[in-house]
């Protein structure tokens, strides 16, 4: 079992920063690849980034690439998300996400997920 806690959401004007953390519960956190989706609403919950079990690999969706940087530390039980240059469209309830081993673009393919922080950027 892996519980997961966000913090660091906030509201933000459009070009600013925020970091986003998770921290895992459990001692098998280094197992697992995690990522990191988001849900504006009225909309899907989309794919943001993920990184692998051992942060050598990530991914990101084409519209936060060159902006968000995933990061994790192990010893931390902890992944972050440093989003730079934020839009409004990057406006959402950010989800961080567990998936043993290695991490899916799909939602439904997860086995943990976190409470959600929102996230706002104003125009």
């Known amino acids: 079992q892996v519980q997961l806690v966000e913090s660091g959401g906030g509201l933000v004007q459009a070009g600013g920063s925020l970091r986003l953390s998770c921290a895992a519960s459990?001692?098998?956190?280094?197992?697992?690849?995690m990522g990191w989706f988001r849900q504006a609403p009225g909309k899907e919950r989309e794919f943001v980034v993920n990184i692998s079990w051992n942060g050598v690999g990530t991914y990101y969706a084409d519209s936060v690439k060159g902006r968000f940087t995933i990061s994790r530390d192990n010893d931390k039980n902890t992944v972050y998300l440093q989003m730079n240059s934020l839009k409004p469209e990057d406006t959402a309830v950010y989800y961080c996400a567990a998936r043993q081993f290695a991490m899916s673009r799909d939602p439904d393919s997860v086995d943990y997920w976190g409470q959600g922080t929102q996230v706002t950027v104003s125009s």
């Open positions: 459990g001692r098998t956190f280094s197992t697992y690849a």
